[in-house]
């Protein structure tokens, strides 16, 4: 296995529109940050598992199967009583959108429901902090990131802040920054960056993020790119210009594509890795991202190894 992702699958429920009576009609896209690297990274020729919990309601099996379909292993895919869990975005008359989130089964995964096997075998060991936020499934997301750790698997943190889900900024950034010292690749976006490390200017945030032991740190920024740092070499590869459709799941793309390129380095990704590689595998993912910004969707949207031409 080369990816193992844990963390939120969920209903992205969008609206649409209105109908000829002005009630909203919304589309159920599938979603989930970590559900979307696992995806992404799949159709992008690395194999890759999901660790996280469904409802057992129709919306979990439409999860299950989208994720089947991608070539992503689901063996390590739990069902709960509680309903999938939901993302609502709705827009009001000045096209301002708005989100909340209805959880459910995603937070109650628990430390015995993860399969460690899977994660052994993996390379890398993904997830998010929209696991940190609430139930089990914030003690159980640590849990298993400290076990792929301790088992030699490389670990990949993505930050995603998410203010709908915590009480305050002060609780979220307090938890974002507790599975840091366990992260050998860290994504993190250039609004975030400011947040989690109190540094807005890139050189001095990726450093501080590095002095935690943080081996490559990824900072994404928009259609500009990625900036990253490695050791003492750091670096800007610029972003891909496209006409956009829409930007979701940009950045789930952009990491699914680094870590699939780095687990063609074989079983140690990390071991001897150069800033010319990661200049290169840089510019993978931003040529895979800026694909998935010139359609519509996130998951629907990601591209194919054959579609980006290697």
Same mark, same amino acid.
């Given at each position: 296995?080369?990816?193992?992702?844990? %963390?939120?699958?969920?209903?992205?429920?969008?609206?649409?529109?209105?109908?000829?009576?002005?009630?909203?009609?919304?589309?159920?896209?599938?979603?989930?940050?970590?559900?979307?690297?696992?995806?992404?990274?799949?159709?992008?020729?690395?194999?890759?598992?999901?660790?996280?919990?469904?409802?057992?309601?129709?919306?979990?099996?439409?999860?299950?199967?989208?994720?089947?379909?991608?070539?992503?292993?689901?063996?390590?895919?739990?069902? %709960?009583?509680?309903?999938?869990?939901?993302?609502?975005?709705?827009?009001?008359?000045?096209?301002?959108?708005?989100?909340?989130?209805?959880?459910?089964?995603?937070?109650?995964?628990?430390?015995?429901?993860?399969?460690?096997?899977?994660?052994?075998?993996?390379?890398?060991?993904?997830?998010?902090?929209?696991?940190?936020?609430?139930?089990?499934?914030?003690?159980?997301?640590?849990?298993?990131?400290?076990?792929?750790?301790?088992?030699?698997?490389?670990?990949?943190?993505? #930050?995603?802040?998410?203010?709908?889900?915590?009480?305050?900024?002060?609780?979220?950034?307090?938890?974002?920054?507790?599975?840091?010292?366990?992260?050998?690749?860290?994504?993190?976006?250039?609004?975030?960056?400011?947040?989690?490390? %109190?540094?807005?200017?890139?050189?001095?945030?990726?450093?501080?993020?590095?002095?935690?032991?943080?081996?490559?740190?990824?900072?994404?920024?928009?259609?500009?790119?990625?900036?990253?740092?490695?050791?003492?070499?750091?670096?800007?590869?610029?972003?891909?210009?496209?006409?956009?459709?829409?930007?979701?799941?940009?950045?789930?793309?952009?990491?699914?594509?680094?870590?699939?390129?780095?687990?063609?380095?074989?079983?140690?990704?990390?071991?001897?890795?150069?800033?010319?590689?990661?200049?290169?595998?840089?510019?993978?993912?931003?040529?895979?991202?800026?694909?998935?910004?010139?359609?519509?969707?996130?998951? #629907?949207?990601?591209?194919?190894?054959?579609?980006?031409?290697?």
């Amino acid at each position: 296995m080369d990816i193992t992702a844990m %963390g939120e699958v969920l209903i992205d429920l969008t609206q649409t529109g209105v109908n000829e009576y002005r009630v909203p009609t919304f589309a159920a896209n599938p979603g989930g940050a970590p559900a979307n690297v696992a995806v992404a990274a799949a159709r992008l020729g690395a194999e890759t598992a999901f660790v996280g919990k469904v409802g057992s309601d129709g919306f979990g099996a439409y999860l299950t199967g989208v994720l089947k379909e991608n070539g992503v292993d689901v063996s390590g895919l739990r069902t %709960g009583e509680s309903a999938t869990t939901m993302a609502i975005v709705s827009v009001d008359e000045t096209g301002e959108r708005d989100f909340r989130f209805v959880r459910g089964a995603d937070c109650e995964l628990r430390e015995d429901e993860v399969d460690l096997e899977l994660i052994r075998q993996s390379r890398f060991f993904h997830f998010g902090s929209v696991s940190l936020t609430a139930g089990p499934a914030r003690e159980t997301t640590l849990y298993a990131a400290a076990q792929a750790r301790e088992m030699g698997v490389l670990v990949s943190y993505d #930050p995603n802040y998410r203010q709908a889900l915590w009480s305050s900024q002060e609780e979220a950034v307090a938890w974002m920054k507790k599975p840091l010292s366990l992260v050998d690749v860290l994504k993190i976006s250039d609004e975030e960056l400011p947040l989690v490390t %109190g540094m807005a200017g890139l050189e001095e945030g990726t450093k501080a993020l590095q002095d935690l032991g943080i081996t490559l740190v990824l900072v994404t920024l928009g259609g500009d790119g990625a900036y990253y740092r490695l050791g003492e070499h750091t670096g800007h590869v610029p972003g891909i210009k496209t006409a956009i459709a829409d930007t979701n799941g940009a950045g789930d793309t952009f990491l699914g594509a680094v870590l699939s390129r780095l687990c063609l380095r074989g079983e140690k990704p990390l071991e001897g890795l150069t800033a010319a590689e990661v200049e290169e595998v840089l510019s993978f993912a931003n040529r895979a991202a800026a694909k998935t910004c010139s359609r519509s969707g996130a998951i #629907p949207a990601m591209p194919t190894l054959a579609e980006l031409g290697n």
